[in-house]
């Protein structure tokens, strides 16, 4: 009977095998014991399951250990458990850099965030008075102090303002903007989407290159509810170009019984111009030249937390604060310690470039990048080897988030470049700097990975990742 004959023959064949063993074997492992109390029941049994299936299907020769199969459960859990947002060292030359989480924030604001987290704070509550109070007053004195503005309130970020601003002001209304200023900032703020989702018809007037003061004057009509205008930042129309000042905007706005409105996007609180930077434009010089609300980012040029900060008329910031979309972008307490405490950096002004990271890698000069960059090219070229050339040269940073990028500012940076020119040992090498343990961000240029020596503040700790290449 051959049916007979094969059931022995699969039998004795499986008498033979090498078996895995159980969950409950493994979990008994006395290596077993650390990783149960590390992670948990639930999650050890999930991770053993998982490899004892992966050796079942791979039909891996000869069988994993149980000591084997214990540490590859282990790896799995740890790496589970590592944390996805992992600081990394920003030596890409772009200060505010967008997906590395724009502005550093100062220690005070590192520290006012952790006491914001750690107790109970007074976030609506007087405490003269022992009554309800309000979130938006614990900075809202800072900031008209700053910018010379009436009022002000503050919600989750600068495309929150500006959409809280416009369905506020102009909801089922129009709102003019120069052609020249329906930008596109990285991150998909578009002005004209961002007017759509707010309930406002765009009414466009000028032309790309240029727009004049009579554009604006021609387009007001009954169902005109506010001039605006857009800081254009992170692109430029050069050549035969027009545009209309603030002060001229805001007089035909006024004159028809109009609120101007402008998004300044980075909008400083000091001129940057000043310390050798790109020039940016700063709100308190909006606020005199006659615009009613101004609208910017709390983690770009200010170097503080992700919010958007809205200064200006004290009846229209009382009618943006009524607005039911206020409640849906507040702030939360941590945000809030984190700004009030960056704003205050900027009271005590013969502080602020050495407390607020920003500004500080913004203003650092060339010859500690120079001196810095020195140090560390032997270590690098050590760590490398052969193949590889470690040279200091000269390169371009910038401020970043939506500034001009053709504004440069001259920074020092390690290139590393392979001896036999190949593209694809440069993109190689980016990418192993990327799986150390703290992640290195550089850039490829000009055939050299540059790795820009501007925010690089951590010398002890970029030094002990090298030990890992
Ligand atoms: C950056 C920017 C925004 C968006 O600000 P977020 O804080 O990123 O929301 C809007 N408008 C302008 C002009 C900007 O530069």
Known sequence: MPYAIDLAESAE??????????????????EMRQVLDAHGHAATVSALRSELEKARTSSETPLPSSVELAARAERQLDELAQHRLKRVF?????????????????????????????????????????GRGDRDSLVEGLICEL?????????????????LVLAALAGRREVVVSRGELVEIGGSFRVPDVMRAAGVKLVEVGTTNRTHARDYADAIGPRTAALMKVHASNYRVTGFTAEVPQAEVARIAHDAGLPFIEDLGAGSLIDMAAMGLPKEPVVRDCIAAGVDVVTFSGDKLLGGPQAGLIAGRSDLIARIRKHPLKRALRLSKMTLAALEATLNAYRRPD????????????????????????????CLAERLGEGWAVRVTASDAQVGSGSLPDAAIPSRALALSPVRASGKALIQLAARLRTLPVPVIGRVHEGALLLDMRCLEDEPGFTAQLEHL
């Open 147 to 163: 910018t010379g503005a009436e009022a002000a309130t503050v919600v989750n970020n600068n495309a929150g303002a500006v959409l």
């Open 90 to 130: 920003n030596l890409t030359g772009t200060v505010l850099h967008t997906n590395l989480g724009r502005a550093v924030l100062s220690e005070a604001a590192i520290a006012a965030a952790a006491t914001a987290m750690r107790s109970p704070v007074a976030l609506e509550f007087d405490l003269a008075g022992g």
């Open 351 to 378: 502080l602020l470039m050495s407390d607020l990271p920003t500004l500080r890698h913004l203003t650092r000069p060339l010859a500690e990048l120079e001196a810095m960059a020195a140090r560390l090219a032997p």
């Open 13 to 30: 064949v499986k008498v033979d095998l090498p078996r895995l063993p159980s969950v409950d074997a493994l979990l008994r492992l006395p």
